[in-house]
Structure formats: C-alpha cells, structure tokens
C-alpha cells in the first residue's frame, strides 16, 4: 500500500496537487459547527472539502503542518442510523452509529469504521484508555488509537464524543509519531475535553 493511502485514516483521499490546496486559516478561540463549539488554539488550518470527500458535509478537518502528517476530525450531529464518514462506494457499507450505544460501542463503531475505509486487511487499527469525560452537562468518553499502515508512519491519536439528544458528536485527532502526535497532543486534549453543546441564550422580556 503505498504511503498516499493513509490518508483515508478519517475519511480523506489526498489531491495529488495537494501543496496548491487553499487553506483557511482558523481563528484562535471559540469556533462553531452547528451547535457543537470547539476552543482553538493558535496554527490551525481548515483544509478544503474537495480534499476530503469521504468527510461528511457538516464536519470540518484542521491540520497544523499538512494532512500526512496531522488532522482534527470535528463531526457534529451524526444522526441515528448514519456513518460517521461518507462512502464513496457504494458497496462499501459503513457501520452506523446508534442513539442507544454504550461508550465501548462508540470506541468499536470508531475503530471498524477505520478500518473499513482502508479496506480489510490494509491497516491495524487498535483503540484502548476508555475513560469517561463530561462535555459541559454531557456525559462522554475519551479514548485513544494507533494506526499501523503497510509503507507508512505508524499513527497515533485521540478521539472524544458524546451524544446529546439522540446525535454523536465527535472530536477525532490523528498525527504521525513519535514527533507530530508528541507536539500536538497537549494542545489538542485540551482542545477535546472542552468541547461543548452551545446552550441558547433566552432573550430577556423586560421588568
């Protein structure tokens, strides 16, 4: 498998040309996807959606030092019965996520859809470190991954999710290691436990 092919780790197919892509940069502190907000930190760059064409429509992904080497799935509001990612093919289906599952659930619906967009047989993907995090008023989880690709860098990364009202949102980082995962993960843990449901501000009737 030649090393191009990691990039559909969390749905995305790199662009041959991809050093002419138009980056945006995203501005430090509080950005919003629907309702889900995620604080930024500084050097963050949203890649542009014909680059990741298995990412779904609503999602952005955000890299620091370009798509081989870092990326920040943000994935709001997956609905009962939907994947996480699109599928470009039609025959390949993609595990669905449910209202009703349990956190360990959430971590094997991660890791079989990773390792269905890869293909079987094409990537060794390994989660573990389950452990509950609250999302504001929202019970989550946190947990981490590896990612084993034949002619790649091996992979390293940390996902975060929660359901609210019947939808999975999710905060999934990937990046080479040992260098990109260690320079990044201080900041991007602490850029996932303070995700949040944005909460509607009830406009004031007067005395």
Not at 2 to 20: D, E, H, N, R, Y
Not at 84 to 90: L, W, Y
Not at 113 to 118: N, P, S
């Amino acid at each position: 498998m030649k090393k191009s092919a990691v990039l559909l780790v969390f749905a995305a197919g790199l662009i041959s040309a991809c050093a002419t892509m138009s980056y945006e940069s995203v501005l430090p502190g509080v950005n919003s996807l629907g309702a889900l907000q995620v604080n930024a930190d500084v050097g963050w760059n949203r890649v542009p959606a014909y680059s990741t064409p298995n990412a779904r429509p609503e999602s952005q992904t955000w890299t620091k030092d370009g798509l081989l080497l870092d990326r920040l799935v943000i994935i709001p509001a997956v609905k009962d019965g939907e994947p996480i990612f699109v599928s470009q093919d039609v025959a390949e289906a993609l595990p669905p996520f449910r209202a009703n599952m349990l956190p360990n659930e959430i971590e094997e619906l991660t890791e079989s859809t990773i390792v269905k967009m890869f293909g079987e047989g094409n990537a060794v993907v390994n989660t573990e470190n389950l452990r509950p995090w609250g999302f504001a008023e929202h019970h989550g989880v946190m947990f981490d991954l590896a990612v084993a690709v034949t002619e790649s860098p091996d992979y390293r990364g940390m996902v975060g999710a929660f359901i609210a009202e019947d939808k999975l949102y999710m905060i999934l980082f990937v990046a080479a290691t040992p260098h990109y995962y260690d320079k990044h993960i201080a900041n991007v843990e602490a850029l996932i436990k303070g995700a949040a449901i944005r909460v509607p501000t009830i406009p004031s009737t007067g005395a």
